[in-house]
């Protein structure tokens, strides 16, 4: 795998968590019952984002065409690309 597939797999992980916010605060309002729950949802989404924005940022000193194996070990590469399946495919109610 090369350094520029992972940063597409990053990509679309950080799209998913910023849709994944703006659908959190947009709840925050709905009831002042469960204003506090999805307050402390969207917190925990902003870290995420910020985690997923550090890996990029990471991954942006190597050159596209890098092969990634060299740069994580394989359990490290097993790892992020769990997080970031997880990441993807996770819906704003879900997390």
């Known amino acids: 795998m090369k350094i520029k597939e992972l940063l597409e797999l990053v990509d679309e992980a950080i799209a998913n968590v910023k849709i ?3 659908s959190t605060k947009q709840r925050i309002f709905e009831s002042p019952h469960t204003s ?3 307050t402390k ?5 902003e870290d995420e984002l910020e ?3 550090k890996i990029r940022k990471y991954l942006q000193q190597f050159g596209e065409e890098e092969h990634v194996e060299g740069k994580f070990s394989e359990e490290e590469l097993k790892e ?3 997080y ?3 990441m993807q495919e996770m819906r704003s109610h879900e997390f």
């Open 80 to 82: 992020l690309l769990k």
């Open 41 to 45: 949802r969207s917190l925990k989404l």
């Open 84 to 86: 970031l399946r997880v």
């Open 36 to 38: 506090w729950e999805f």
């Open 20 to 22: 994944a916010i703006v």
């Open 51 to 53: 985690r997923l924005n």
